[in-house]
């Protein structure tokens, strides 16, 4: 008899469902069936099993891999991170908050840089929120009040299949009885994409013109004229969405990569946080990033309660944290080649950073935590396997509304192989260790005392 | 675990009403014993200090989402306000501090329980998970309800039972500890941009009016007998004219009694107050009606408040009022963040400043004050600072200093802009009451525990409650002239003794005994008809599946259960 487990988590992308229904074989082992996710979701779960390690490889002289012993690489981790000046721990998208807090943990013992995919993603979003602020709402909400959609610079039909099923576009909610037909949806992108295909109102702005577009629904929005024209989008079709949108009763601007990372960058969601307050001067609006993968809000969240800070954390200071993006942010560090090691985690640097600073990277010891091979274990001194998050481990994630979704697992990690939260432990025990040793060796560096020490 | 004697203090208790005795406490095995039960302890010399319990926060907000965004939104919060680190995790953040700075400032004030005061239901796992990594304290969180569209609709039909059935399963399925209210049905009107201004404005849609809703959770949570009464934020909070809606909101409580078995006498506890006292029609001519309110307050036992008291400081605003939050940005143009939860709550998040320059800001320090030195029962009367909306939990001992001595006042008082008219519209200038180490005793640690239910382990020093004891460095037979050395010595106590732990010691943390998550667990009637109301409520309109939106065992740290029977 195969067992069905239900309201399973999806660990792939932001929308986060969590009403998968998996079935597994009689013994346990086997991913058999996944039931309502979408295909790449499902793809996750049947992968599971394939191309897996049970052990670490670690890197021999000729090139080679040749597998060791988990305590080994637990070693070989602890004396990369104890021995460098400055390495850098980055990644995070793809795993639980559970492993976050524990390689937070690693990170300010050992005096390490902590960022996350933020950092090449929805970072500008961060830049803009610190100025700006975030009126938002959950994704709930959405579901039982908006009858005006806006999905601007993002494409979910794409990259979030089932956010406007679940959310969106096409839900019956408390008050939204009608579903698609109660609700006004336009789309806001320089291709016509299929996001597009069911937009309402499709405008097709000039690639990199975002602000101006914004700037002009702000004019709008305030009762002033407009040029003819304006970031290629002719001004009756900007009057006419505007008109739409101060008569929404509740409405919602989703964004995506389209805005953090085409020309004006942070200033384009600035802008669009400014356009959501004038309308709440009307009627009721709110904003939404469109996080990608499951859980890459999870450490935005986790450091901000544990430093104040949701990514590019600088905590070599060792008594302090300090955060400021284009210093402290992973590719700005690599490519000035200020980090003397680097542990990837949770996602593939090596397959989404530029070319030059993986080069850059790729001088210092490399280490790749991630249940399967990627082009970053195939590059790395180090390649360390763990059970994947929401197929194998349980553990808290967060929705790209913030709202925190339990994770369950469906089967057991291959034995032996732990999760991120057990090997950052193991390694922050190890590095303690490595660092009473040291103690114990040297007589502790006495601080030199400056001239007015006794005043 | 060890035996301690702390001996020769001067002991402070009002729970047993010890008022300053030189008197031995005893510890053993992490509760407080007789000190003839100790066989060869070691020693605290507390002479010449004051012993009191270990503190009891009765409304603070230090965990979960919003406290989240206001840490994750305000960088500038850290910079060069944030301490080098001393204790095993680094201490960021000033008014929103980090979850370990939260525990560490918290001990080094002489706390041991905080409760969180706003937790929005469906992200009870965050709030959790910050729980977890907030050292020392034991924390408890109320999840809001004043809102809540089960609430709301049971309410309306009178359906109190249903309602405590429900309430019994959120509780469960948070780990929540008691029914918060926050502007209730006004909430629920900020979805569509709107609010309620007073009591009798009714809720958009729901069609039930917010006087309604706060009698029927007052009825809701006596029915079911909870420690901690129902705890409310009052409609039009931060408006001025707005204690004419405070009083209209105390009003209701009237002809209610306490149900309960934990040694808790009110029905309602009305919380920063200071933000609901405001006379006046405009922000030019507000003025004080913390005497009005206070005279209120005072005749009627059956409520208990704290102040909110308002420390003069930048700080960050954070409320599951999401009008008011909006509100305020559209005063001060502040960046603003709100996250309207579904079929909950909402929240807002704004920075603000609390300049002594600033005529509003100083009328507001002054009411807050006003509120505890008009008082005529301070075991109904609790110091917070709403933190960090009035201003952030380390200034405690800031505004224990302000209420023990009139020359702090007058000294801070200096420094306003607009001193005249900060004393034409308030009563501050008149008072000349210094608050005493017992009633400050009794503001923040008996007081506070007895109204949230939880006297018999915490707040008080008697044979049997936890062994959590403060030792501040300040003489009562010798009071310090410098009302400076008062914050002092309220800022870093000279020892804090958690769970029988020497925990801090000269105002450093150096032990970090574990923390508890508190949490009540009510038995009720099986109910099929709420059965089938939560199940349909999730099926159609929550974004998260029942069976993941209530919290994971394993997600729930070292937990303290409190017990109610309602069944009985």
């Known amino acids: ?439 114990a060796r040297e007589p502790a560096k006495a601080a030199p005392e400056g001239a007015r020490a006794g005043e | 675990m060890g035996e301690l004697l702390i001996r020769n203090g001067f002991v402070f208790d009002p729970l047993q009403e010890i008022k300053g005795d030189r008197m031995d406490i005893g510890i053993k095995d992490g509760k407080i014993v007789e000190t003839s039960a100790l066989k060869n302890p070691k020693a605290i010399d507390a002479a010449g200090m004051a012993v009191m319990a270990g503190g009891v926060d009765v409304h603070s907000h230090v965990v979960g989402p919003k406290v989240n965004v206001g840490r994750l939104f305000r960088p500038e919060d850290k910079l060069f306000k944030s301490p080098l680190k001393r204790c095993d995790r680094m201490e960021m953040g000033f008014s929103v501090p980090s979850t370990f700075k939260t525990g560490y400032d918290y001990a080094r004030m002489g706390y041991v329980f905080v409760n969180e005061a706003a937790m929005p239901p469906l992200h009870s796992p965050h709030v959790h998970e910050e729980i977890r990594d907030t050292p020392i304290i034991d924390n408890a969180a109320m999840p809001v309800f004043g809102n809540n569209w089960f609430t709301l609709e049971y309410l309306k039909n009178n359906e109190i039972e249903n309602n405590a059935a429900y309430t019994a399963w959120l509780l469960r399925a948070t780990r929540g500890f008691a029914i918060k209210v926050v502007n209730p049905g006004g909430t629920e009107a900020w979805g569509w941009g709107l609010n309620c201004e007073s009591i009798h404005d009714p809720v958009p849609y729901f069609d039930i009016t917010p006087a309604k809703i706060i009698t029927g959770l007052i009825e809701t949570n006596e029915f079911l007998g909870l420690p901690h009464s129902m705890h409310l934020h009052c409609n039009n909070l931060g408006n001025p004219g707005n204690y004419v809606d405070a009083l209209d909101s105390f009003k209701l409580a009237e002809g209610y009694t306490a149900k309960n078995a934990f040694g808790r006498d009110q029905v309602m506890h009305v919380t920063h107050v200071q933000f609901s006292s405001y006379g006046g029609d405009s922000w030019r001519n507000i003025d004080s009606q913390a005497k009005e309110i206070m005279d209120y307050v005072n005749a009627h036992d059956n409520i208990t408040i704290d102040i909110g008291q308002v420390t003069l400081d930048e700080t960050t605003t954070m409320t599951a009022d999401g009008p008011f939050e909006h509100q305020l940005q559209s005063l001060n143009h502040l960046k603003w963040a709100n996250t309207d939860v579904e079929l909950e709550t909402a929240a807002g998040v704004v920075p603000y400043v609390y300049s002594p320059n600033v005529k509003v800001s100083t009328i507001q320090w002054a009411i807050g004050l006003e509120l505890a030195l008009y008082s005529s029962d301070l075991m109904r009367t609790f110091i917070t600072t709403d933190h960090p909306n009035a201003g952030p939990f380390i200034r405690y001992p800031r505004v224990v200093k302000w209420l023990m001595s009139r020359a702090a006042r007058d000294e801070t008082m200096k420094t306003f802009k607009w001193l005249d008219r900060t004393i034409e519209s308030t009563t501050i200038d008149s008072i000349d009451r210094e608050l005493t180490l017992y009633e400050i ?42 009302p400076d050395m008062i914050e002092n010595a309220f800022a870093r106590c000279a020892y804090l003794v958690k769970d029988g732990i020497t925990t801090v010691k000269d105002g450093e943390v150096v032990a970090e005994p574990a923390k508890r998550t508190v949490w009540v667990d009510v038995k009720v009637p099986e109910n099929a008809q709420v059965q089938r109301d939560i199940y349909e409520h999730f099926l159609r309109h929550y974004s998260v599946g029942i069976e993941n939106y209530q919290l994971f065992e394993a997600h729930l740290h070292n937990p303290r259960v409190i017990e109610v029977d309602s069944t009985q």
């Open chain 1, 1 to 439: 008899m195969a067992k069905k487990i239900e309201n399973v988590g999806c660990p792939f992308c932001g929308v986060c469902c969590d009403d998968l229904v998996v079935t597994v074989s009689d013994d346990g082992k086997k991913i058999l069936e996944v039931e309502n996710s979408c295909i790449i979701g499902s793809t996750v779960f049947h992968r599971a099993m394939s191309e897996r390690h049970t052990l670490p490889r670690l890197r021999q002289p000729d090139g080679t891999f040749k597998e060791i012993s988990y305590d080994e690489a637990v070693d070989y981790t602890a004396k990369v991170l104890h021995n460098a000046k400055k390495p850098l721990i980055y990644g995070f998208g793809s795993t639980n908050c559970e492993g976050m807090a524990a390689a937070a943990k690693v990170a300010e013992q050992a005096g390490a840089v902590l960022d996350n995919c933020a950092s090449i993603c929805h970072g500008s979003s961060f830049l803009a929120i610190f100025d700006n602020g975030y009126p938002s709402c959950t994704l709930g909400e959405v579901k039982n009040r908006a009858d005006v959609i806006v999905y601007w610079g993002a494409n979910p039909a794409h990259a979030h299949p089932r956010h406007m099923s679940r959310y969106s576009i096409f839900p019956r909610g408390f008050f939204t009885g009608k579903g698609h037909k109660g609700r006004k949806i336009i789309v806001i992108d320089p291709r016509h994409t299929d996001t597009a295909q069911v937009a309402d109102i499709h405008l097709q702005v000039q690639q990199g013109h975002d602000y101006d577009l914004f700037d002009a629904f702000r004019t709008v929005v305030r009762g002033h004229d407009i040029p003819d024209v304006v970031a290629g989008v002719r001004k009756e079709q900007i009057i006419e969405a505007v008109d739409i949108m101060k008569k929404a009763r509740f409405g919602t601007i989703f964004y995506g990569m389209g805005l953090c990372h085409s020309d004006g960058r942070n200033h384009n969601v600035d802008i669009a946080i400014s356009l959501t307050r004038d309308l709440n001067d009307f009627t009721k609006w709110t904003i939404m990033a469109m996080r990608g993968h499951y859980n890459i809000t999870g450490p935005g969240a986790v450091w901000s309660w544990q430093y104040g800070f949701p990514y590019c954390l600088d905590l070599t200071k060792r008594d302090i944290a300090h955060m400021n993006p284009g210093e402290t942010s992973s590719v700005d560090l690599a490519m000035r080649e200020e980090v003397d090691a680097f542990i990837n985690i949770g996602t593939d640097a090596a397959a989404h950073f530029p070319i030059e600073p993986v080069k850059r990277l790729r001088k210092h010891p490399w280490i790749t935590i991630d249940p399967h091979p990627n082009m970053a274990t195939e590059i790395s001194d180090l390649h360390i396997p763990v059970g994947i998050v929401g197929v194998e481990v349980p553990g808290i994630v967060y929705r790209m509304d913030n709202v925190p979704i339990q994770y369950r697992n469906v089967i057991e990690p291959p034995e032996g192989v732990p999760s991120d939260e057990e090997l950052f432990e193991r390694i922050y025990e190890r590095l303690c260790e490595l660092e009473a040793e040291e103690a």
């Open chain 2, 441 to 482: 005793a009794q503001m923040t640690r008996a007081g506070p525990a007895k109204a949230l239910g939880i006297s018999n382990i915490y707040g008080g020093l008697a044979p049997g409650m936890d062994a959590n004891v403060a030792i501040y460095a300040l003489n009562p037979e010798d009071m310090p002239s410098d």
